[in-house]
């Protein structure tokens, strides 16, 4: 991604200790780069540059239960994450 295009308030798949995982911005860092919040953990990340982070994340309606997921679709670049 670009700078440009990360947005405060989004989530985002972002690798994070080795692993994918999905990021809600919360704010911009003044040291740059963002604070976000990783949302299986509850814990405060920092994301120094936006080539950390993947594709935003959607809302996916969840027609079997009253909960909804987030859902994102893995791109042909992840390859190189590596795990």
């Known amino acids: 991604m670009k700078k440009n295009e990360v947005k405060i308030g989004g989530e985002y798949v972002a690798k994070v200790s080795g692993d994918k995982v999905i990021v809600k911005i919360d ?11 990783n949302t299986y953990t509850g814990r405060s990340v920092r994301i120094k ?35």
């Open 49 to 83: 540059t936006a080539a950390r982070l993947s594709k935003p994340t959607v809302f996916v309606h969840n027609p079997d239960g009253e909960f909804g997921r987030r859902k994102y679709v893995p791109l042909a670049d992840e390859s190189d994450w590596g795990s």
């Open 27 to 37: 704010s911009e860092s003044r040291f740059g780069g963002w604070n976000a919040t």
